[in-house]
């Protein structure tokens, strides 16, 4: 329910954006019992938005679990990835958030706990220690968060792009999917020179409820939505899946870093930035359910701005090396690769073992996984002659 009420002039915690990385902090603080001094400011009317998060059961804890278990809409116990002549189905649970779900559950828990949601409130501008609203009313707080997403530019860094067009179909007939396939790149998924590495992935939420997506790692944010639209359609027909409606539509397009961003995820002066916007997700599959959860829970016990930066400043920490691998596997794939050859880098990936590959989705590899990851034959298609002319591109 939307909460019209004036805010109260100062409360210890402010978050601004209630998606996954800022209502999972309300809810870690909830639970701790901290509830009634958090605001969730949210400029949707319900908290979560438009979106679907999957992740791997192996990439939180029993504490991660504890808390985002109960979002959980869909699991299954195992998942597939398609190649050019080779695909490999992967033992371990693979789980999946609807936004329907996540806002029913989480909206509720908040209310139960007391904390204060405002629902389809604009934020004007925010800095370290208050909000201000459109309607011109400002709200001060001990702590404030930035939750609120990507802003793309300069200041973000050099940058590829994951972008997708997901539909959710309701199907005439019994479809031939029973696991997920986060990555279609078989022989009938075309690659283009052009366009950049093209997968597609299919979340089958029942044997007639699907969802598919037609993503593309390019070198551009820009997304001609009604074209791969078409395509998932196509993908769908093309498998005998008969699509009696589209339920819903779902479009993304998310950073991939070449390059540490300046300033993130905090500076002096400006609010905690989480999520997306503070760089905190899996910089290669835009994963970011499980760093989100990190992150919930360092900042739940703290109540000041010097506790809670000094927990976002450990979550960083730790995450630092996986952070600088990551972007340094994008610029070998966006930089050293020819855009139809890349999908030879994620074929190489999927060939390690199930152990390794679990630990590098959970943001969590070793220094002998990372070697494992770069030492030997590169992928078909690496040229070290590309890599250096775009690095030299970059730095003039």
């Given at each position: 329910m939307t909460d019209k009420r004036a805010p109260a002039d100062s409360v210890d915690f402010v978050i601004v954006g209630g998606g996954l990385a800022g209502s999972l902090i309300a809810l870690a603080k909830a639970e701790l019992g901290l509830a009634r001094s958090v605001t969730l400011i949210e400029q949707g009317t319900q908290l979560g938005g438009n979106h679907t998060w999957s992740f791997h059961r192996t990439d939180l804890d029993a504490e991660g679990w504890g808390l985002v278990g109960p979002?959980?809409?869909?699991?299954?116990?195992?998942?597939?990835?398609r190649f050019p002549g080779r695909s490999r189905a992967m033992e371990g649970d693979y789980v999946s958030i609807t936004s329907d779900r996540f806002a029913r559950v989480v909206e509720a828990r908040l209310a139960l706990a007391g904390v204060r949601v405002l629902l389809d409130r604009r934020v004007r501008d925010l800095d370290e220690g208050a909000v201000r609203f459109d309607d011109g009313t400002e709200l001060r707080g001990a702590v404030v968060v930035d939750a609120r997403g990507p802003r793309p530019g300069p200041a973000a860094g050099r940058a590829a792009f994951q972008k997708f067009v997901g539909l959710e179909l309701d199907l005439e007939e019994d479809g031939p999917w029973d696991m997920p396939v986060i990555m279609d790149a078989g022989e009938d998924v075309e690659q283009s020179s052009s366009e950049g590495f093209r997968f597609v992935y299919v979340l089958p939420f029942s044997r007639r409820h699907v969802l598919i997506e037609d993503t593309v790692y390019g070198d551009d944010p820009g997304l001609d939505e009604s074209a791969l639209a078409v395509r998932v359609v196509a993908y769908a027909l093309a498998r005998g899946a008969h699509v009696r409606r589209v339920l819903r539509r779902e479009v993304g397009v998310l950073p991939l870093p070449l390059e540490k961003a300046p300033g993130l995820p905090f500076e002096p002066g400006s609010p905690l930035r989480v999520g997306y916007g503070g760089?905190?997700?899996?910089?290669?599959?835009?994963?970011?359910?499980?760093?989100?959860?990190?992150?919930?829970?360092?900042?739940?016990?703290?109540?000041t701005r010097a506790e809670a930066d000094e927990a976002l400043a450990a979550v960083a920490r730790e995450l630092a090396p996986q952070q600088s691998f990551g972007r340094l596997l994008n610029r070998l794939m966006f930089e050293a690769m020819m855009p139809a050859r890349r999908w030879t880098a994620l074929e190489r990936f999927y060939r390690m073992p199930p152990a390794t590959i679990a630990r590098f989705y959970a943001s969590r590899t070793t220094f002998w996984d990372r070697a494992r990851l770069l030492v030997g034959r590169p992928p078909a298609g690496v040229s070290w002659r590309r890599l250096l002319a775009s690095r030299a591109g970059a730095v003039s």
């Open positions: 979002l959980v809409a869909h699991r299954w116990p195992r998942y597939e990835v760089g905190l997700f899996h910089p290669v599959t835009g994963y970011s359910l499980p760093i989100a959860c990190r992150v919930a829970r360092a900042l739940a016990p703290t109540r």
